[in-house]
């Protein structure tokens, strides 16, 4: 769901009594120079509080022109870069916190994105994600793993049963916090960067 308009206009119900709490849970206290991936129309950017700086990346330049009026509402500088996560045009160690926000579901490559992520984190940074994730329970994840390939037809490749969480640690990231909300779909977690991981 690549279209700006539509993609706000699908999601404002479900920011209004969802997700703009969970938003602000996740992020309000995020510091420094942040990177966004999959940041699409800036829907996170209010709910920022202490960062120095963010830069917005998206692989589409539509959904980053969209962000422009929440970006103008902000106190703080927004860059916007159209960049696929799972190639990032910045250098090593180049952030203090990295963000993902119901974005994760959508790459191709996960396991790129997140090694991706690694390389430009700081060591001492932190990851923070908001993702809908494979249901620890078999009845539901059953329905996920059977809604998934229509689903990904109609929303440009989300994955309603990825279990982001695990694949994240296999790709040398730790857990530091985690809340689970929705009966388990809805995940918040700030994570590091294991330096044991090899």
């Known amino acids: 769901m690549r279209n700006p308009f539509i993609y706000d206009l699908v999601m404002a119900p479900f920011e209004r009594t969802v997700l703009a709490a969970w938003r602000r849970h996740a992020f309000a206290d995020a510091q420094g120079v942040v990177l966004e991936i999959g940041g699409g129309t800036g829907c996170t950017l209010p709910h920022y509080r202490q960062v120095e700086r963010v830069v917005l990346t998206d692989?589409?330049?539509?959904?980053?022109?969209?962000?422009?009026?929440?970006?103008?509402?902000?106190?703080?500088?927004?860059?916007?870069?159209?960049?696929?996560?799972?190639?990032?045009?910045?250098?090593?160690?180049?952030?203090?916190?990295?963000?993902?926000?119901?974005?994760?579901?959508?790459?191709?490559?996960?396991?790129?994105?997140?090694?991706?992520?690694?390389?430009?984190?700081?060591?001492?940074?932190?990851?923070?994600?908001?993702?809908?994730?494979?249901?620890?329970?078999?009845?539901?994840?059953?329905?996920?793993?059977?809604?998934?390939?229509?689903?990904?037809?109609?929303?440009?490749?989300?994955?309603?049963?990825r279990p982001t969480i695990a694949i994240a640690e296999r790709c040398g990231f730790r857990v530091d916090t985690i809340r689970y909300g929705m009966g388990g779909w809805l995940v918040a977690a700030r994570l590091r960067p294991d330096p044991t991981h090899t």
């Open 59 to 161: 692989p589409s330049v539509l959904m980053l022109r969209r962000s422009a009026s929440r970006a103008s509402r902000v106190r703080f500088a927004v860059d916007t870069v159209a960049a696929d996560g799972m190639r990032l045009p910045f250098g090593a160690a180049s952030f203090d916190t990295i963000v993902i926000s119901l974005a994760l579901c959508s790459v191709p490559e996960p396991e790129r994105a997140l090694r991706e992520i690694r390389r430009v984190l700081r060591p001492d940074g932190e990851l923070r994600l908001l993702e809908h994730i494979r249901v620890d329970r078999p009845v539901v994840a059953s329905i996920q793993d059977r809604l998934t390939p229509g689903w990904r037809r109609l929303s440009d490749g989300c994955h309603l049963n």
